[in-house]
């Protein structure tokens, strides 16, 4: 989304834009070998997280594992798919039935889907259920390093959310309209980064002072349905037409002139910050 946008920006010519799969297991059989595996990964994750391996028979694709002196279960997820609700629901049901059952169950993803921090909330799973990023960089410090990569060199970072603050629908006439605030936007830990230490001390000041500077861009569908999201307001980083600042984005979206509604609005906010994370909030309006 971020470099269409800023393909876009530059006016430029008619461009393709395509993404590459199933990269990271084909960067890691230029390491390890053409006979590399998905399965080979996920085990080289869970050993990094400090997960032991599940049985075979159990553990087919070699992608679970457990923590000792515990009943939780860990499942390492697979690069080329993206750890969503069809994911949590599935790693909910292993949870309960596999080997007996486990008190809890952390899902290690390469790639979430932007609904993910609602998902987990909308499951009510409270500590039953977590789910960790796997560091974005960790395929590349594979490549460097191997087998020699230690565990204690690795982080597993918790995922980036957005926190709206105040909705506020009016009616105007024949029309609506409509505000939305960001009140706050948490990014996942910079050791996750591939960044220097300075660069990561600088980050961590930012983060601190004020995480909102990190956003790129974001947007509004004032009548999301669950499936499409359709943006009928944005700002981004560059954008001086909302304010005069050109390094942050406005955190205040005032949208008029919306076709009046009866019921509940269901609005829809995304955020795309300056790494490319993505994140989404939604909140039902009266």
Avoid at 80 to 89: D, F, P, S, W, Y
Avoid at 106 to 113: C, D, E, K, P, V
Avoid at 173 to 199: F, T
Avoid at 235 to 261: H, I, Q, S, W
């Amino acid at each position: 989304m971020v470099a269409r946008k800023r393909l876009i920006d530059q006016n430029a010519k008619p461009f393709l834009y395509q993404h590459i799969g199933d990269y990271q297991v084909e960067q890691m059989r230029s390491t390890m070998g053409s006979k590399f595996r998905i399965g080979d990964l996920a085990e080289i994750v869970l050993g990094l997280f400090g997960a032991l391996p599940l049985p075979v028979e159990e553990n087919p694709n070699k992608n679970m594992g457990r923590l000792q002196g515990s009943k939780t279960l860990v499942l390492a997820d697979s690069p080329n798919k993206m750890t969503g609700l069809a994911t949590l629901r599935r790693a909910i049901e292993i949870r309960e039935n596999l080997m007996g059952g486990w008190d809890k169950v952390i899902i290690l993803g390469w790639n979430f889907s932007p609904t993910i921090g609602h998902d987990i909330e909308a499951l009510g799973q409270g500590d039953r259920l977590e789910v960790l990023v796997i560091p974005p960089d960790l395929l590349d410090r594979l490549k460097k390093k191997g087998h020699k990569l230690k565990a204690d060199e690795v982080r597993f970072s918790s995922l980036q959310y957005l926190k709206l603050g105040g909705v506020k629908r009016e009616q105007v006439g024949e029309n609506e309209s409509l505000s939305v605030s960001i009140a706050n936007y948490v990014l996942l830990s910079p050791e996750a980064l591939n960044l220097d230490e300075a660069n990561r001390e600088k980050l961590q000041k930012v983060i601190n002072a004020d995480p909102l500077a990190l956003i790129e861009y974001w947007s509004v569908d004032p009548d999301y349905d669950g499936e499409v999201f359709r943006s009928v307001w944005q700002d981004y980083r560059g954008n001086t037409e909302n304010d005069d600042d050109p390094y942050r984005v406005v955190t205040t979206a005032r949208l008029t002139g919306l076709p009046k509604k009866d019921g509940k609005r269901r609005v829809c906010v995304r955020v795309v910050d300056v790494f490319g994370f993505e994140a989404e909030a939604t909140v039902e309006v009266a």
